[in-house]
């Protein structure tokens, strides 16, 4: 891929920023109040989630040149606590709120300050920050912005004109409306991805990795697909295959994990 130059924005990173706190503990014994046991905490440490780990996964990608700007909804950010014994998920415990959405007028002074943006994320998580989505694409069109979804709604009819959207075999199998002419961009674990368009399904398969753990897989996805499609010349097709590989790297890894450029192979 073509270097970005530095402090030039070329990606938009907008929805739903979140934290992933993680808590590695051990687990000795029982709670005399029920069969649950007692978790010990050893050590914690928390990472940017939801739209901030596609932000966080940008700058990695980009090789830590910040040719990148992010909008969140106002609000505090929704936490998502997990409890870890020997690496194993004992314990999940969230704290949703809901941000104020982004409204058309920041987010087109948003793209007027930074002229050079040519790909926006939408990361939407369902806490508020696109509940506008509809308008944010359009205003996206017009200013001939590519764009890919990464949906919280099932009903995508609000999703029609962007470039793409990326979604997982559950997201899709749960949605209830698709352009008949919408890209998109489906994402099925050890199957690799695949990309449905104008009735036709290409497949491009994973290599083989060991995979640790999922946790914010599709964050890395879209965020590798922005990082592709800031080339102009870059096809939707070139850029799932540098999704696909970056998020080999990202699975092979324990928690929230932004990939680096240098991870990605063939990049």
Not at 103 to 118: A, Q
Not at 183 to 198: H, P, Q, Y
């Amino acid at each position: 891929m073509d270097e970005l130059q530095p402090q030039r924005p070329a990606i938009l990173v907008a929805g739903d920023h979140m934290i992933d706190a993680y808590y590695r503990c051990e687990a000795s014994r029982l709670t005399p109040e029920a069969p649950l046991p007692v978790l010990k905490v050893l050590s914690s440490y928390t990472m940017p989630g939801g739209a901030g780990n596609v932000a966080n996964n940008v700058h990695h990608l980009l090789g830590g040149v910040d040719t990148f700007v992010t909008l969140y909804g106002e609000g505090s950010s929704s936490i998502k606590r997990r409890y870890l014994v020997d690496h194993h998920l004992a314990a999940r415990v969230d704290n949703d709120y809901i941000a104020k959405p982004i409204t058309p007028k920041v987010f087109t002074d948003t793209l007027e300050s930074n002229p050079t943006i040519r790909v926006v994320l939408f990361s939407d998580y369902g806490k508020g920050a696109l509940e506008e989505i509809e308008e944010l694409i359009n205003i996206c069109i017009d200013k001939n912005i590519r764009c890919i979804v990464d949906p919280y709604a099932t009903h995508w009819f609000e999703y029609r004109h962007a470039t793409a959207i990326k979604c997982n075999d559950r997201e899709y199998n749960a949605s209830t409306w698709i352009g008949p002419h919408q890209a998109v961009i489906k994402t099925k674990g050890d199957a690799g991805i695949e990309l449905i368009r104008n009735g036709e399904v290409t497949v491009y398969p994973t290599r083989p990795a060991q995979v640790v753990d999922v946790t914010g897989a599709g964050d890395t996805v879209l965020a590798a697909l922005g990082v592709c499609l800031t080339r102009l010349d870059c096809t939707i097709e070139e850029a799932i295959t540098f999704a696909n590989r970056a998020a080999g790297v990202a699975v092979s890894k324990l928690g929230t994990y932004a990939v680096r450029k240098d991870e990605v192979p063939d990049a």
